[in-house]
C-alpha cells in the first residue's frame, strides 16, 4: 500500500522469519461480495488458482467481478516463513507476494479467461513493483496447481510478451512456479474495496490485449471488461 518502504530483495531461507504454525488471526466465514465461503470446502468441479499483481486489494476486486468465480481471497504466496502477518510480508524476510486465490467455476469461466485478466490488469514487466508500490512483495506471480495451468500460464505469457514487445515493452518478470502454501490475508484485507470503495487501488496495466486464441476456454460464460480499478 501506498507512503511505506519496502525491500526489493527476496531473503535466503536463513535469513526469513521463523513465522507460526498456525494462523494469528480468525477469517471471516463468507465473501462479503459473493457470500460464498472464504477458505472452503468448495463445492466439486470447482479449481483454485493463485495469481500476484501488485496490492491485492485491487486485484481481488478484478477477480471477484468476473462471472463465474464462486470466492476470492486476499492472501500471501510464494514465501518461506509460515503463517505471516501483513507487516512481517512487508519487511522483505518472509519472501511473499501480495496474491489472490480465485475459485472459479470451470464450465463457466476458463483458465485462459483468468490469465487473460491476470496480464491486461497489471504491468508485468516491471520486476519487484507495480508502479508506486515497491517490493518484492508486489512482484508479478502465477503459481500453478497442475500441469495444464502451468501450460496455459506459459503459453500465455510467450504471446503477451509478443504484444509487449511490440508496444516498446521490456520483458516479462512474472514468476511462474508451482504453487506452495496460500496464506489468507488479515479479515481487513478481505474484499477490502468493496468495505473502503474509494481505498487505494494501485492496480493498472499497459493498455494492451492479451491473446487467448489458443488457451483452453469455457463452454458458456464471458469475462467482465471493465478497467481494473473501476467499480
Known amino acids: 500500500m501506498p507512503f511505506r518502504l519496502f ?44 495469481f500476484g499483481l501488485g496490492c491485492f486489494w485491487g486485484a481481488e476486486r478484478r477477480f471477484w467481478q468476473i462471472p ?8 500471501y504466496a510464494g514465501g518461506i516463513t509460515p503463517h505471516p502477518t501483513y507487516d512481517e510480508v512487508c519487511s522483505g524476510r ?5 496474491a489472490v486465490q480465485v475459485v472459479f467455476d470451470p464450465t463457466q469461466v476458463s483458465y485462459g479467461d483468468l490469465l487473460k485478466v491476470f496480464w491486461e490488469a497489471h504491468d508485468p514487466t516491471q520486476g519487484f513493483r507495480q508502479g508506486n508500490d515497491v517490493g518484492a512483495q508486489y512482484r508479478s506471480a502465477i503459481y500453478y496447481r497442475d ?23 521490456g520483458h516479462i518478470t512474472t514468476e511462474i512456479a508451482p504453487a506452495g502454501p496460500f496464506y489468507f490475508a488479515e479479515t481487513y484485507h478481505q474484499q477490502y474495496l468493496a468495505k473502503v470503495p474509494h481505498g487505494y487501488c494501485g492496480l493498472g496495466g499497459a493498455g ?8 483452453p476456454r469455457a463452454g458458456s460464460g464471458s469475462i467482465a471488461t471493465d478497467k481494473a480499478c473501476q467499480l
Not at 504454525?21 to 462479503?32: I, K, T
Not at 463465474?68 to 492472501?75: I, W
Open 208 to 215: 494492451l490485449t492479451c491473446p487467448t486464441d489458443n488457451l
Open 147 to 169: 500441469e495444464e495451468q502451468r501450460r496455459a500460464a506459459e503459453q500465455s505469457r510467450d504471446s503477451f510478451q509478443q504484444v509487449l514487445t511490440s508496444a516498446g515493452y
Open 94 to 98: 518472509t519472501g511473499h507476494t501480495e
Open 7 to 50: 525491500t526489493s530483495q527476496l531473503p535466503a531461507p536463513e535469513e526469513a522469519l521463523p513465522g507460526r504454525d498456525h494462523s494469528p488471526f480468525p477469517l471471516p466465514d463468507r465473501h462479503a461480495v459473493l457470500g460464498t465461503p472464504l477458505a472452503g470446502p468448495f463445492p466439486a468441479g470447482l479449481k483454485i488458482a493463485v
Open 68 to 75: 463465474g468465480v464462486r470466492s476470492t481471497a486476499a492472501g
